[in-house]
């Protein structure tokens, strides 16, 4: 079978592996969400442990398998979770389904209050408690715009009020029914114009309320994202997001006394440093929260005790960077004796903590030149489990600690990546596996090493099945600093030097070099479809990818487009010189930060490659999002040079070579403006070797596959028509 553009990006063709696994309360079924082969859309299934075909449920079926994101009780009795909008919870043994939410509007973030049966969520900006065995609603927040503040009035105006309601029954009986109806709201909190409350959180006993009061900065611009394929055949703009830099919004953290509706400021000691915090959960006696903190100009962060009554923190952990930290924050929470488990980079690589008492030290679990990630208690909390690539980089397995000794326990043994879902008892563990050329399947196992993993699913066609996938090489080279660099090659036996193509992964900070399938896997296909047409590939984790501990990750700070553009280009040379790769014959391809890259690969490396496709890139920092750009590049108004040296805008004039670039024109992440503006500039500079095409319907991700097939038979046009 000879593999085709149109082939590779029809879905049916691989198909989709499964998802948003979960188990049935006696664990003796596995719920997830699947399209199999020969199906049209996702639905949800279920498979026996015991293996045998998955069985897609029926619509009323799937309606009492709560979702994958729902709340439980710590016995596992009841669900809760959110679905159009309104909030239901399922009897989990006897399967029967209700709604417990009967206001109007959005419901959203619902969860269980400890041990008394009862359920909290938020719905029209504020929250609500429901009763679940009599039913009742409560409202227990009463935040409300500033203009809904009543007046006060003069002394004659209150006179005239009283003398109406003396003359006129029908007055009084309004006035006695407002009276009446403000008597089941509590007191009010009056929002000022830009503000607005939100991340709610009820204490245990139900008399204090965390939250997140925001306040959007008065002369902050959002950006408006012109939508001109639409039902009415008018355009509409749909509204985006600020820059970097522009007026971010402030946060801080109040505790309201449900009783008399008080507000007071949690105090982060920090003094007049502005600091963010964020509530991660409560203690165990619901007197205190455990919460992050980070400053705003993302150098440090700590992890925090938050007294209620006292509306004041104590200090647990801190850790700084002088380029930025890794936020953490729901990677932590209380363990069963009121000890804390969290995430930290202090010595260089993502490693596992405990303080086990408010008075002791920080004790670190894990060490080594690796990273762990995702912890997660078990259900009777006996056992801290995580992922870590302990032993191989590329590899992520499950491993156990106990709690207490923090003796650890590896779970899953064969080589690849793996996550992982734990039944009810601790017993079994459902898994999603997979290896360089085998794509993620269910599989479930005993919850312990050597015990056999069952498949449950085959989610591919028997066309794609049928196909002779090979599994990467993954090598290393050394860059021009000496540091050693990962990359995933694809070469077939009878490659006898030629034509190569580096494909550049996107989001900067991810990891693609490893051991599973690649969420890349579309252009794994595409490359077995250049190997068959006579060229290498190369995908590197360059500087600034994920899994590298701390120096790796940051090794980019103030210069976006240093050294992980050059790590492409040593990457480049160690194909020319082990591989017979002809230098005049390279190209380089990429979507998002891969885009990126490769303009800044044309534009200030013209030499290195012959032609190169950016797909959705950012060409201007200065124009992307706050939380991502600010980290790694400060502020524009405040560091211009990091953003001129970082900036593929500023070095158009060095295009020399054949370009492409792809862009959707609904795009909310990448602005299509982004291209809009370097179109502009390489006119101006009157470049040639270069073209745009534009994807009216899609955002950042495409989701049409007549998009990825046009977008793919021009990369490999292009390719074909300079590299060969």
């Known amino acids: 079978m000879e593999l085709t553009v149109d082939r590779i990006m029809d879905s049916k063709f691989l198909g989709a592996p499964p998802s948003k696994v979960r188990w049935s309360f006696n664990g003796s079924k596995i719920y997830f969400e699947w399209r199999p082969p020969g199906e049209e859309k996702e639905e949800t299934f279920e498979v026996p442990i015991e293996g045998g075909e998955p069985r897609k449920l029926s619509k009323d079926e799937a309606k009492v398998v709560p979702p994958y994101d729902a709340e439980y009780t710590e016995d596992r009795m009841y669900a809760l979770f959110v679905e159009d909008d309104s909030v239901y919870i399922i009897d989990m043994e006897s399967g029967r389904r209700r709604p417990i939410s009967e206001t109007s509007g959005k419901a959203k973030d619902a969860r269980f209050l400890k041990g008394d049966g009862k359920a909290y969520f938020t719905q029209n900006d504020n929250l609500f408690l429901s009763s679940l065995g009599e039913g009742s609603l409560v409202q227990v927040t009463c935040f409300e715009p500033q203009d809904e503040k009543e007046k006060d009035k003069s002394e004659l105006q209150e006179w005239l009020v009283e003398q109406q309601k003396e003359f006129f029954e029908t007055v009084k009986r309004a006035a006695e029914e407002e009276e009446e109806e403000k008597g089941e709201k509590p007191e009010p909190y009056y929002l000022k114009k830009a503000e607005s409350a939100e991340e709610m959180y009820l204490s245990h006993d139900e008399k204090y309320v965390v939250f997140m009061l925001k306040e959007e900065g008065e002369l902050a611009e959002k950006t408006a994202v012109p939508d001109y394929v639409t039902e009415s055949g008018f355009s509409k703009e749909i509204e985006s997001r600020l820059k970097v830099g522009d007026q971010v919004d402030v946060k801080k953290m109040g505790i309201l006394t449900v009783e008399t509706g008080e507000v007071r400021w949690v105090d982060h000691g920090m003094g007049e440093r502005k600091v963010e915090l964020k509530f991660i959960e409560w203690s165990e006696d619901g007197g205190k929260a455990l919460v992050s903190a980070i400053s705003l100009d993302f150098k440090d962060q700590w992890f925090m005790l938050l007294d209620v009554e006292s509306a004041t923190t104590t200090t647990l952990d801190s850790q700084h960077n002088d380029a930025w930290v890794k936020r953490r924050g729901s990677d932590a929470g209380f363990l069963r004796d009121g000890g804390v488990y969290y995430l930290s980079e202090k010595d260089g690589w993502q490693h596992l903590y405990v303080i086990e008492s408010e008075d002791d030290e920080p004790m670190q679990i894990t060490e080594g030149e690796f990273e762990v990630s995702s912890p997660r208690l078990s259900w009777d909390k006996s056992k801290l489990y995580v992922y870590s690539s302990e032993g191989d980089l590329g590899e992520r397995h ?236 400060n502020l524009p108004q405040g560091d211009e040079e990091a953003y001129r040296r970082s900036s593929p ?76």
Not at 652 to 668: P, Q
């Open 398 to 633: 499950v491993y156990a600690f106990d709690v207490g000794t923090w003796e650890k326990t590896r779970i899953t043994g064969e080589e690849g990546r793996y996550e992982a879902f734990f039944s009810n008892d601790d017993g079994r563990v459902a898994l999603l596996y997979s290896y360089l050329n085998r794509p993620t399947e269910l599989y479930v196992m005993g919850n312990r090493l050597g015990e056999e993993k069952r498949q449950l699913t085959v989610s591919s066609s028997e066309e794609f099945q049928g196909y002779d996938w090979i599994a990467p090489e993954i090598v290393e080279f050394e860059a021009r600093d000496g540091v050693k660099v990962r990359a995933r090659l694809y070469k077939l036996d009878d490659y006898e030097g030629g034509s190569a193509v580096v494909f550049v992964h996107g989001a900067g900070y991810m990891q693609n070099v490893h051991k599973g399938w690649s969420s890349y896997y579309r252009e794994y296909m595409f490359h077995h479809l250049l190997m068959e047409r006579g060229y290498v590939i190369m995908d590197i984790d360059y500087r600034g990818s994920a899994g590298y501990g701390a120096d790796w990750r940051t090794a980019i700070f103030r210069h976006m487009g240093g050294k992980d553009l050059t790590d492409q280009v040593d990457g480049v040379k160690y194909l020319v010189e082990e591989h017979g790769v002809d230098p005049d014959r390279i190209g380089v391809y990429g979507g998002s930060y891969g885009g990126f890259i490769t303009l800044m690969a044309l534009f200030t490396t013209p030499d290195v490659f012959k032609a190169g496709v950016a797909l959705r890139p950012v060409t201007d920092w200065a124009h992307y999002n706050h939380s991502y750009t600010g980290r790694i590049l």
């Open 649 to 724: 805008i500023y070095f158009a004039d060095g295009l020399k070579n054949h370009l492409l670039i792809c862009h959707g024109m609904v795009d909310t992440n990448v602005h299509f403006q982004d291209t809009v503006r370097l179109a502009q500039r390489l006119i101006e500079l009157r470049k040639e070797n270069w073209e745009v095409a534009i994807y009216p319907v899609e955002n950042h991700g495409f989701k049409e596959e007549t998009s990825w097939a046009d977008e793919y038979r021009r990369i490999l046009k292009l390719f074909e028509a300079t590299l060969k």
